[in-house]
């Protein structure tokens, strides 16, 4: 288990199949960077169960009065998560052969 920092967006890898994303709706009323943002969301209730059949992913959602987590286990490979993977690897090493990927700057 670790705690990733991307870009300032903090989420728990537990291993390699699952995260955990925690959320404070609360952090934009309280920060003076709160304020610098386009827009201000509050979550008052979030209860959601999704099963993502095209990416092999289970997620859960809840959130109340503004705190809350967003869990994301993937539980098997398919065409269009290997794709993804492939697409991400070609990317990242320069290798992509589509043009709009071109002068992406992806870690």
């Known amino acids: 288990m670790k705690i990733i920092n991307e870009d300032g967006y903090k989420y728990l890898e537990v291993n390699e199949k ?12 309280r920060t003076k960077e709160g304020h610098k943002w386009n827009w201000v969301t ?3 209730i979030q209860i959601e169960i999704e099963d993502d059949k095209m990416l092999g992913d289970y997620e859960f959602t809840f959130i ?3 705190l809350g987590f ?3 286990y993937h539980y098997t490979d398919t065409e269009t998560s290997e794709k993804i993977k492939k697409q991400v690897e070609e990317i990242q090493n320069g290798t992509a052969k589509l ?7 992806i870690k």
């Open 42 to 44: 509050f979550t008052f």
């Open 99 to 105: 043009e709009e990927f071109k002068g992406l700057n």
């Open 64 to 66: 109340l009065f503004g």
């Open 18 to 29: 699952c995260f955990i994303n925690p959320r404070n709706d609360w952090e934009q009323f």
């Open 70 to 72: 967003y869990i994301r």
